[in-house]
């Protein structure tokens, strides 16, 4: 398994204020996602960061509003920026270690909210 | 689009009873198939992975996976209070793609 410390584990915001979220892995895995939870619903994927290439981002998600930076092979940080009560939410990074069949362990979270 | 559905529940189940939890999946090229459990406000804790078709058994929790109807499930023996959670089965393919379900709902009922 994986230990993944991420902080803040929550953060109160103003409107228009950036907040960068860091997550560390305590092995070395290439491949990282970010999630975002709203309340009562599944996770939906952010984007993937891989080490050495730019971020990944699903539909729905921009580079100039989520910025994803990976420096090496056990962290990374991911910015919500200009924010806005809408982007409330709970962040989630994750990594996924590759052995004996693919598992992803989470991060405990960070419980974000935009006034 | 590749999509993994569930029953979002709740489903209720007495103290001491089986709980059975099912997933369905779109993409016939998925290769892994996992169960998440995640308690109010805390992030999502995996259980159980499987890889290959049959049935595969950790303690009170038995997964088990059928490729050729594309559906995986989850069975929890002697279900306790504690197991009331949200069970989330997640599917990874061969794109690197993790894709989750909507989560299922489990209230154990003392």
């Known amino acids: 398994s994986a230990v993944i410390s991420q902080k803040p584990s929550r953060d109160i915001c103003q409107r228009g204020t950036s907040l960068t979220i860091q997550c560390q892995v305590d092995?070395?895995?290439?491949?990282m996602f970010w999630y975002r939870q709203q309340p009562g619903q599944s996770l939906t994927l952010i984007a993937t960061a891989n080490q050495g290439s730019e971020a990944t981002y699903e539909s729905g998600f921009v580079i100039d509003k989520f910025p994803i930076s990976r420096p090496n092979l056990t962290f990374s940080t991911l910015t919500v920026s200009n924010m806005s009560p809408e982007d409330s939410s709970i962040y989630l990074c994750?990594?996924?270690?590759?052995?004996?069949?693919?598992?992803?362990?989470f991060g405990s979270g960070t419980q974000l909210s935009v006034l | 689009q590749k999509e993994v559905e569930q029953n979002s529940g709740p489903l209720s189940v007495p103290e001491g009873a089986i709980a059975s939890l099912n997933c369905t999946y779109s993409d016939r090229g998925s290769q892994s198939f996992f169960w998440y459990r995640q308690y109010s406000g805390k992030s999502p804790e995996l259980i159980m992975s499987i890889y290959s078709n049959g049935d595969k058994e950790d303690g009170r929790f038995t997964a088990q996976l059928n490729k050729a109807s594309q559906y995986v499930s989850l069975l929890i023996r002697d279900s306790q209070p504690s197991d009331s959670a949200t069970y989330l089965c997640a599917v990874y393919n061969a794109g690197n793609m993790l894709t989750f379900g909507g989560g299922t709902r489990l209230m154990v009922k003392p």
């Open positions: 994750s990594a996924l270690l590759q052995g004996l069949g693919e598992k992803l362990f």
């Open positions: 092995s070395q895995v290439t491949m």
